[in-house]
């Protein structure tokens, strides 16, 4: 089993930016937890952060025939980027949405995303944990699904 | 560590009805399944499960003062009671809001939820597997803010 | 053929309140007017009225493989209630919605019903025969789509 | 006792189109059905359908002082159409306003309709059977009221 | 100088109905007024209903190059048709929008008309003396924009 | 028969502003033609203008059991002033409400009127000759319902 | 006289939860300052409180015939229940509104009440004080309106 | 303890307009009422009405630092003056919102009130006792803050 | 192949209405500019106009069975006539929407089509050549879909 | 070059109200450095204060033909004052609007404001230098259109 | 004539993904397809497409002075990106949407379009077809406007 | 003190584009202007354009610890970029908001900013001397708030 971690603008200053809030775990301490817990699976992950839509858009149709599930944080983009949507839909590769915070109790503009009705599942509000349990449900979605 | 999970109206059904939707588990293999994950974790969990907005709201008042955390599948609920909203945040207890499916995918009314803003995280749309994920989400949560 | 007739809150009032709008005959009259004509007609009717969503969840929960169609009035439910809405999805069994005012005619929040987009039919305005209405459309129904 | 039965745009393509969602029975088979009960009943009834909004309108002026009660079905003109409630309301004709298809489970512009809120009442989704419901209705009104 | 008055749907009924409220003046006794008003100052005036809308579209078409001023009450079209709009703006000949009762304590959806914005005045409350005032505020347009 | 011109604020720029678009006629001009008007018609007639709204409302209040008809044309309050509604109401003085412009063709917030649905009538883009109809309306109006 | 205080659901906990917003009386407590106040009074007043819906409309229909007036604080129900808005129509006691907390300064869909429209008054954001306003304004009404 | 009883426009005219609607009590009558129990209670009250809201300012402009509460009826500014909201808020007065009718009984556009989210608490719909509750409203909110 | 052209309202102007904007191109010359295409291509092509909604519900009516396609630009009844739509999808004849300029540049109510969501395609915005390409588009479509 | 200065209601109180806010200037120390600026550059400085709409609106017409250019803070008028709206723009006097805190992070209903899209620019945020900087930018408009 | 066709996000996909939808035709098929065409009709056209927002405009940037016409698809950046449309519009170079699918048969979000109201006209739902037509569109608008 | 400037995208463009709108100045200029001012006051001044999101949000974060402040005119992304707003937030470094031009007189979709409620203070209308005084602005407040 091959995934993807893709990550939006502005999480790779995650650790330095806000630690009382965000904690002190930067994206590499998290990336780091998800690959050890992949090996641990017999899973290939790879990762990637890009605070460019274009990047990212790019990096997913890369992801088409090699990658079996995308796990995605994308940040700001949740709300803004139908590019990303149809680069999803498009590469049609079954994706968790991912959130360090919980949106709903934020800005109105984050309650909308463009990418949750047709993903499989979102984790949101756990900090880092919810990139461990959203590892947790593709896994698991992945193996029913055969 | 004391828990309670908590379901609302139709979930009792689980199993019996749409299985090629919900799969063929009932409401009681997933307790039991969380039942079996809480022992191994040193975690007392109760479970309780209504079809009445009332004994839902008092189910969570006697909580007070004995319960660490709560998981909630309010199911329908979700979208209609501020009853339960009011509870919740009256009981002061951290909870995270469950959903078997993905909300976002279905009818428009279901996008919005009068217990998001002030849980600690959501899980949906992974199947009986979001329970586990809430689970452990939770855990990890109160263990942390300790 | 075996019918449920459901009847929501504040309908057991009915000849008590306001008779000069609704009319003298009581909810006691109209299920007898209906079990006298599926009688006649070899249908067995059922009636249950409550003031509890809860309780009209679960009386749905039973009708489930022993019931061939359902005549619901919600009254107030049915501008406020999913749950009576997934417990008559989840049952999946065929149903008409009633009324006995025109519901356009009233306050506008009446105007919108959770149950109506999936109701096989609609029957409101005519006091009591509402009800004779509807039972005459759900014996169609179901005899046709046999 | 006099009643009319109004047919709105297209439908009297009833029968032809799409046979499989609305039956074989054609707006003849339909107006013949009506005919032949009101004959029973001892009420004379006249059908008129048409395409043309105008044509609706001045059938409706005619039947001023000559006609008790009209069913009407005006098709698209039910949701575009504020000439025909006016002509309805200023005939002061009591009126009963039928659909073969539940509207509500159609687009979202057909759950507007300009007639609604004063017809005496409303029968939709049973087909060419809501015609037969929406007849039984108004006699039953009709009788009440005197 | 060489007007036009239009009127739209149901006004046709005038006199018959409502005379309670829109008195016993019939549409004929108003274009009779008109008339004579017009003679005493030296207007040509024709006159023209319709309940049809394609009339009214094609009565403004003939109007192009033979008259300097239309005087139009479209009764329920002034909310519901964009062709009659596109009619009047299309003839480039400026007119007044009459109505006999004051359209805003009525229904809401009155309040919203196709032509104001580009009408040169409105008069509307004043019953049949409508006409009158429209009459004398189009002649006074006309004489001042010479 | 005794009647009140009541204008609101700017109107007193009259003449001065915008001659090209408004004329060149004052408001002393135009109270000056309908002086004259009303003494031909043996009304009294009296105007006043204020730009500020509680100047205004008192001047209703005095009008109150002295003068049979107010003409108003509130200017910006129109859009504005509750204050002056229920003025207006609280007299219980029948009212015109005039406009020197269309307001339907100029910025959107121009388009809601507090005054205009218990008005008798509205004149309004005929310029000063608004002010004219407006006063033969009102007369017309009381003659009648006398 | 006769009155009925009822409380909705969550209002139990009263003096339990947040003390030092709610301050630290009880339900109880406030039951008997209202209870000792009517006796000085010559009133005769009966409590009620309940979470479930179900209970607070029929604990409404026991009330017909044998209460004036009704103090109700409904607490969340305030803003979903239709089914309680029919209870008090129905039944047809007068009843004021009371909140112990300003609802407009609080989450945005407490502004909106089902009741409030049909309520003789509104008393909000006194703490338990709200109580004893509400009973003197219900007094006070009663005694004007014979 | 010193307060302020404001009103705003229109309610000068108290007793005098629709006297089967607000009674025959005029404001003089109130704040008669008023000052008569806030003698005994052994408080100061000062009364002002005025029908411009630049007066209404001041006049809560020279409270500050005198007055330690204010009880506010400001009719139609209630819904349409922000300068009173600020005027009240940088005057940093504790203040109760007072209505005689019940607001959300009228036209919409009375549902809105731009001091009620800051206000101590709102009595309304009790006629001229709304000014009596308020006062002792007020006056328990003073002594239990100190 | 057998096509049908179908012009709505105010279309037979063409040419002679604003030919500064629409060009001096009457319907005749459009519509025989599209019989000499057809004609090149061995289709053949039927044109109709007319200012009437049913005449244009009734000439679709009459097309079903005999025409592989429509272009249609239904003018102002593309915004308001859900007859017309009803009459396309009922006699199932693929069609292209055209309008002579681009609709989105102008009143804000042009921006809403019933016909968009179900046609093959849209030209607009070309004038006269919209329906040539109109054409082009759905000879290109009928012989993809074979 | 002479220029205006205007400021709306409750702006009298500044440096009095809330100082650890808006600093501990008042209204005179702001003028005294506008009137000490505008000597240094050569330019006539007036200044008004009012807390009634209809003063302003008046020191607004008295402008006309003497000043060149206008700096507004308009307070809450700035939301609610249709008639300073029109003052300004009959006066055909440039003006830029000014606030001391920024409007956007306060109460949704400051986001709007009937001045701005007239005025040749808006400085807000920087409290007292909002109006220096509305000086220079003024200055720098009217040298740059010469 | 130097033309310039600009492809946005994710369309470098076509022909891989979905070809039951899309057909099986490559950005590089209908590019050289244009070409072929061009070539005949002696124009020059240029081709781009980009994932990246920012190099969609540098790409329109270079376009000024050199090209007479753009057409463009620009895919999910036709809903999002005022960038896009800023660019167009200051490059001043007139332009035509295109869309492979329609996109108002699809998501509610894709019916706006930032580009559309400032563009020569729009081609969509034509598959690759659509290219072809509004390059046929862009010629004959750039041929007659000389 | 250090400070950046940051131009969005298509400010390269500017003094090309509509010059006669914008002016000759080039985007060059005013930053050579600012540079200049900034050098008389002993600032450090950085300046910044990209016509990528991703560029301007990564020159953010290189920003963080060395700037003191942030000028900037994100051009269209202030209508659509969280990503921007969160790298500023992120930062946590003041900054003010600059347009060239007013945004409120343009299309509507330009009243809203994703930027401006966190904003220090905004400066827009001025042309290229926005920037002059955003910079006074910036400096006052910093200067300030030590």
Known sequence: MHLLLLNGPNLNLLGQRE???????TL????SQLQAKSIEEGIELECFQS????????RIHEAMG????????????TH????????LLSADI??????LSNTHSRESFRRH???????????????G???????????SHLRNSH
């Open 19 to 25: 630690p009382e809030i965000y904690g002190s775990m």
């Open 28 to 31: 590499k301490d998290i990336e």
């Open 51 to 58: 605070n460019f839509e274009g990047a990212l858009v790019e």
């Open 66 to 77: 090699q990658v079996q599930g995308i796990l995605i944080n994308a940040g700001a983009f």
């Open 80 to 87: 803004t980027s139908i590019a990303l949507r149809d680069a």
């Open 94 to 99: 079954p994706y968790v949405e991912i959130h």
């Open 113 to 127: 995303s463009y990418l949750v009705d047709r993903a499989i599942g979102i984790v949101s509000g756990f900090g």
């Open 129 to 139: 944990v919810s990139y461990l349990l959203a590892l947790d449900g593709m896994v």
